[in-house]
């Protein structure tokens, strides 16, 4: 059943979140593309968020730490302005229903710019708090596709600290239902690897549950 049969007005709104430094010949952006594609048919109506970390991404230094540590009401404009590029970000995954992560594996973990957006959207008071219980996802109700791409380290591998450190860095947000797609061991035979990938896509997204809910 897609969005457009069941009446939805509101589109599926995907963010994708490239971390490849390549821009053409990357694995990781073609398979992104291919979960995209498949939503796009799955549930027909769909809004679009391309955040591609090579543009660039805020880290974090003195003046974020400070503004960050500062409750709300009490910032003042430069507080503000050392987390304009952090908010926008906390922002847009909001506003996702579904978060697509293009995710190499670089030297056994994640490309440096895609830990810096873990960074910028790990925010106490907006995507996660504290409470007597411990730390508490304030992301509810999302779904997050990973495709993991490498040249030889298997994933979930013990050499392979970029998939648990996105599982874990998702969890902490609340984004607990996550899909890994493996794009592993690329240098051993890339063109079945990529068509398994591509199999497993199809797969799961044609067995995602229809959103009904979103047919309001
Ligand atoms: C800087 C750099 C470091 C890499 N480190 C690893 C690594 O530690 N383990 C591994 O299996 N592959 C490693 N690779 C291979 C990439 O994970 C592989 O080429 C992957 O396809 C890159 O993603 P992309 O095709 O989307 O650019 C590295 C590649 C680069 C460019």
Not at 142 to 153: D, E, N, T
Not at 192 to 202: G, K, L, P, V, Y
């Amino acid at each position: 059943m897609t969005l457009e049969k069941t009446g939805a007005k509101n589109p599926l709104n995907i963010l994708e979140v490239s971390a490849s430094g390549r821009r053409s010949e990357s694995i990781s952006r073609g398979l992104t593309q291919d979960i995209i594609d498949a939503l796009e048919i799955r549930y027909g109506y769909i809004e679009l968020t391309r955040r591609n970390l090579g543009d660039g991404v805020p880290f974090v230094d003195e003046g974020w730490i400070a503004a960050n540590f500062t409750p709300d009401e009490e910032r003042t404009d430069e507080h503000r302005a050392a987390l304009t590029g952090s908010d926008a970000l906390v922002d847009e995954l909001r506003r996702a229903d579904v978060v697509v992560i293009g995710a190499p594996i670089y030297n056994f973990g994640v490309p440096a710019v895609l830990k810096a957006w873990v960074d910028m959207i790990a925010r106490a008071r907006l995507t996660f708090r504290y409470t007597a219980n411990g730390p508490e996802g304030l992301l509810k109700g999302k779904k997050a596709y990973i495709v993991v791409a490498s040249g030889g380290v298997p994933v979930d591998s013990p050499a392979d600290f970029a998939t648990p450190y996105l599982r874990q860095a998702l969890q902490f947000v609340g984004i607990s239902d996550v899909e890994i797609i493996a794009a592993d061991q690329l240098n051993k035979a890339a063109d079945d690897t990529i068509d398994a990938a591509r199999a497993r896509i199809a797969e799961i997204i044609h067995t995602a549950p229809a959103l009904d809910s979103r047919a309001a």
